[in-house]
T-cell receptor
Framework: DAGITQSPRHKVTETGTPVTLRCHQT?????MYWYRQDPGHGLRLIHY???????DKGEVSDGYSVSRSKTEDFLLTLESATSSQTSVYFCAISEFNLDDNEQFFGPGTRLTVL | RKEVEQDPGPFNVPEGATVAFNCTYSNSASQSFFWYRQDCRKEPKLLMS???SGNEDGRFTAQLNRASQYISLLIRDSKLSDSATYLCVVNEAGGSYIPTFGRGTSLIVHP
C-alpha cells in the first residue's frame, strides 16, 4: 500500500469552529488532492496541489483552504465549519504521468459538524 | 462542466454470474480512463486502467469506446468478494491532471 495517512480519522466539532485535516505521504508524489464524499454525490474535488506552495481550487472549494509547505504534507482547513461540511474527506496522491495516473487514497477522515 | 455518468444500481447478481457496467463521459478530449473499487467505509483503490485496445485482468475486462464516449467493465464468474462500489474515473488530456469521478455503481453478489 502507498504510504499515505490522514489525521484525525474521526472528528466531531461544532458549527463555527475551525478544523484542520492533515494528509501525509511518504511516496514523494507531486500531486496531492482533497476530496469529499457524500451520498448521492460521489467524490468531489475540493482543492489540489501540484507542488510545494502550488495549489488550486476544485469543484467545491468554498469554505475550504489548503496549504502545502512540504512535499509530504497537505493540510485542509475549514475556516468556520458548517453542518453542510459533515462528510467523509479523502486525501489522494499521484505522480503526473499521462498514461498511468493512478491515484492512491488515504483511509479517510469522517467529520461531523454539529 | 465535465460529466461522468454511471448507473448507481445496485446490481444484484448471484455468484457465478457475469455482470457489466458502463460509464459515459462528456468530454471528447478525455485522455485516460480507470476503474476503481470502493468497499463500504473504505477508500477507493485502483482496479484497472482502461486502454484503447481494451484490457483484461483475470475475471475483469475493461473496454473503451471513444466514438460513443463510454467505458465498460465486465466481471465474469462473480464472487461474493466482488460486492463493492465501482467508480469510473476520466482524465483530460494535457495541462493539469484533474480527474473526474463518476458517482459509482453498487454491486451486490449473493449466494
Amino acid at each position: 500500500d502507498a504510504g499515505i495517512t490522514q489525521s484525525p480519522r474521526h472528528k466531531v466539532t461544532e458549527t463555527g469552529t475551525p478544523v484542520t485535516l492533515r494528509c501525509h505521504q511518504t511516496e514523494n508524489h507531486r500531486y496531492m488532492y482533497w476530496y469529499r464524499q457524500d451520498p448521492g454525490h460521489g467524490l468531489r474535488l475540493i482543492h489540489y496541489s501540484y507542488g510545494v506552495k502550488d495549489t488550486d481550487k476544485g469543484e467545491v472549494s468554498d469554505g475550504y483552504s489548503v496549504s502545502r509547505s512540504k512535499t509530504e504534507d497537505f493540510l485542509l482547513t475549514l475556516e468556520s465549519a458548517t453542518s453542510s461540511q459533515t462528510s467523509v474527506y479523502f486525501c489522494a496522491i499521484s505522480e503526473f504521468n499521462l498514461d498511468d495516473n493512478e491515484q492512491f487514497f488515504g483511509p479517510g477522515t469522517r467529520l461531523t459538524v454539529l | 462542466r465535465k460529466e461522468v455518468e454511471q448507473d448507481p444500481g445496485p446490481f444484484n447478481v448471484p455468484e457465478g454470474a457475469t455482470v457489466a457496467f458502463n460509464c459515459t463521459y462528456s468530454n471528447s478530449a478525455s485522455q485516460s480512463f480507470f476503474w476503481y473499487r470502493q468497499d463500504c467505509r473504505k477508500e477507493p483503490k485502483l482496479l484497472m486502467s482502461v486502454y484503447s485496445s481494451g484490457n483484461e485482468d483475470g475475471r475483469f475486462t475493461a473496454q473503451l469506446n471513444r466514438a460513443s464516449q463510454y467505458i465498460s467493465l465486465l466481471i465474469r464468474d462473480s464472487k461474493l468478494s466482488d460486492s463493492a462500489t465501482y467508480l469510473c474515473v476520466v482524465n483530460e488530456a494535457g495541462g493539469s491532471y484533474i480527474p473526474t469521478f463518476g458517482r459509482g455503481t453498487s454491486l451486490i453478489v449473493h449466494p
